[in-house]
């Protein structure tokens, strides 16, 4: 249930927080209507999820677990206030409130890895936390930068005149976002077997560990194959192929959602929480 609770929030976050690198004057308000209200769903859900009676990490008499609830309820009421200024027509009125979104919804993010890097222990080292909250932070960007490039992109498919910049501008992030996350997982899966929280010896009898095993998926669907799409995602975009791009990006949201589950899953018994 946490893994499921988490990769459902950080998808909610990651839309909100990507979706206020888009100008309000780029795209309709249908975009802003459909991938923000999804960004609030979404993460809504992922909380709620997490706040289950089955979940005692994260008890609701505890004070710190509260944090990332009163920030998401900040995310919520800046996007609905956005959302509101924008059906009457004011974009002025809106745009203070979209910038404040992605901050927000970032803060959501980073107050939750450390919730739950702290709930561990009372003593918990200034690096583990900062993991945490790197962690969980380029998960939310990559997850919803993905998936909100390759709803743009579909926009492009029935609104052709939209200028390319807000899709170009996703695409280089996206490239980016994922160096960071390659590189963030290397060591992390480094320190992970060094360590021996991970690994790599299968038991008797079997030939491969399963941890190995779903390193191993992780790394090939969340990292490898998404870092073969991008530049191609890229070059499509300046090309302004827009169909070609956005069916690009269709594969790539399936890859790094596969890969940002596993992730979690890896991230429970092996890293921070």
Not at 66 to 76: I, K, Q, R, S, V
Not at 107 to 120: E, F, I, N, R, T
Request: glycine fraction near 10%.
């Amino acid at each position: 249930m946490q893994v499921i609770s988490l990769s459902l929030a950080h998808l909610g976050f990651g839309l909100l927080m990507i979706l206020s690198l888009i100008g309000l004057r780029e795209v309709g308000r249908g975009f802003f209507t459909l991938c923000g209200w999804s960004g609030v769903v979404l993460s809504g859900a992922g909380l709620a999820l997490s706040a289950l009676p089955a979940r005692t990490s994260l008890a609701a008499s505890d004070a710190r677990s509260l944090l990332p609830w009163g920030l998401a309820a900040t995310a919520f009421a800046f996007f609905t206030a956005s959302w509101l200024a924008l059906r009457a027509g004011r974009r002025d009125a809106a745009a203070p409130f979209h910038r404040a979104l992605g901050i927000a919804a970032g803060l959501a993010v980073a107050s939750q890895g450390w919730s739950l890097a702290v709930g561990k222990t009372h003593n918990v080292p200034v690096g583990m936390l900062a993991l945490a909250v790197a962690d969980f932070l380029l998960s939310a960007a990559l997850l919803g930068g993905v998936t909100l490039a390759m709803i743009l992109g579909h926009w492009y498919l029935v609104q052709p005149g939209l200028a390319i910049e807000p899709l170009r501008r996703l695409a280089w992030l996206f490239i980016g976002l994922l160096a960071a996350r390659t590189l963030m997982e290397a060591g992390e899966a480094a320190g992970a077997i060094v360590s021996g929280r991970i690994s790599l010896t299968p038991p008797a009898g079997e030939v491969l560990a399963f941890p190995a095993l779903v390193l191993a998926q992780r790394a090939l669907f969340g990292l490898a194959g998404p870092l073969l799409l991008a530049p191609l995602v890229y070059r499509t975009v300046v090309m302004r192929s827009t169909m070609s791009a956005t069916g690009l990006l269709y594969v790539a949201v399936a890859l790094v959602w596969v890969g940002e589950f596993l992730s979690k899953y890896l991230l429970l018994p092996l890293r921070l929480v």
